[in-house]
């Protein structure tokens, strides 16, 4: 269970979530101790105070879509940073990975990092709308502009995390870059079976509530 939990990015990113609802999720990450709580940048602050530093607290920026320029980009990040975030997950913009403007995204996720400094960068490429080769190709641009993470999905996407995919980017990203599955992980086969083909981080609103379940059923 701990070999799990440690992997585990809290994550609630419904458009419907109040603060009560992110109480609650930090409080879960308290007791079981994952590896962040994930959560929309308006409650990054309020979260950070709540949990005085007991959980790190990771934010989306240009999430779900990834289109926002990328000077809106790096002030969202910048604030979340000013406001408490210790991790940050960024979304590409898709639309210049289908153009093929690899160079431009591996400089945006560049200017990104270099704006949060020793923070934690994730980021997501949203493979569900992707082909091998743009996959390829994204893992090397994430490579290229030394982010922290690459990052299946956003959960909003037409699929989640598949382990195909993740093997994909073992296969292609630096030994630097870890990698974190996202989208769909909803029992402790599904962790496992990520973790086993190489993710070290795992996005899931669920498989907290799911251990926790084992844990007290005892199976």
């Known amino acids: 269970m701990k070999y799990i939990i440690e992997k585990v990015d809290h994550t609630l990113l419904k458009p419907l979530a109040t603060w009560e609802d992110i109480k609650k999720i930090c409080d879960e990450a308290k007791e079981m101790k994952v590896a962040s709580v994930c959560i929309p940048p308006s409650y990054v602050k309020q979260a950070s105070e709540y949990l005085k530093d007991e959980i790190p607290v990771c934010t989306v920026i240009g999430f779900p879509l990834g289109y926002n320029t990328t000077k809106i980009k790096i002030e969202e990040a910048k604030e979340a940073i000013q406001n408490g975030a210790k991790e940050i997950d960024m979304v590409i913009n898709i639309g210049d990975a289908k153009s093929g403007l690899f160079d431009k995204i591996e400089d945006e996720i560049r200017q990104i990092k270099n704006s949060i400094g020793n923070h934690i960068l994730k980021v997501i490429i949203e ?85 926790k379940n084992q844990q007290v059923t005892g199976y």
Do not use: H, P, W
Request: charged share 25%; hydrophobic share 40%.
């Open 127 to 211: 493979t569900c709308y992707l082909t091998q080769d743009e996959k390829i190709a994204l893992c090397k641009a994430v490579s290229n502009a030394k982010a922290d993470f690459i990052k299946t999905s956003t959960g909003f996407g037409t699929n989640g995390a598949t382990l195909e995919d993740i093997k994909l980017m073992k296969e292609n990203v630096s030994k630097d870059v870890a990698i974190k599955a996202a989208g769909g992980i909803k029992t402790i086969e599904d962790a496992k079976n990520f973790i086993n083909a190489g993710a070290t981080r795992l996005g899931t609103s669920s498989i907290c509530q799911v251990l």
